[in-house]
């Protein structure tokens, strides 16, 4: 991957929209080389797809919270527990960790009380699960615009 390479991948995390004709120009190619290093990123899968950013309020999912959670560890828990996450939407983010919590959750859900039914009725009642803690966000201080590509 050469300079100009990641001069694509920095201006398609700007706005995945350009339209080639608009990337090439930014990046000083003519718009066919610049169309067949973009196919050639998907086809590496550099990357991976495009996605349009939503504002959590305009869709009635403002209140967000991170939770950590514990679950027993051992494989079959473990299996079990991150099978289970797949079908809960209002968890928009999931990760194993290394060490304590075992799993890190971010949910967006309407309010604090779509919040509560959610602790209750879902994330306490997964297979495995043996702690559940909540941090409510109070601000976004920094958005995800992409990974650094220097």
Do not use: H
């Amino acid at each position: 991957m050469d300079r100009i390479d990641r001069a694509i991948l920095r201006e398609l995390q700007r706005d995945g929209r350009l339209s080639n004709q608009d990337l090439a120009q930014r990046v000083g190619l003519t718009p066919s080389p610049c169309l067949r290093r973009v196919r050639q990123l998907e086809q590496d899968g550099v990357i991976e797809g495009y996605r349009a950013v939503i504002n959590p309020e305009a869709v009635g999912r403002g209140f967000e919270v991170l939770v950590s959670i514990e679950v027993k560890r051992d494989r079959e828990a473990v299996e079990a527990f991150e099978a289970a996450l797949q079908s809960i939407p209002d968890v928009v983010e999931a990760y194993r960790l290394f060490g304590s919590p075992g799993c890190l959750l971010r949910i967006a859900v309407a309010d604090l009380q779509a919040y509560e039914r959610l602790w209750i009725e879902r994330l306490t009642t997964l297979s495995g699960v043996t702690e559940v803690n909540s941090q409510i966000i109070m601000k976004r201080v920094k958005e995800p615009r992409g990974l650094p590509v220097d």
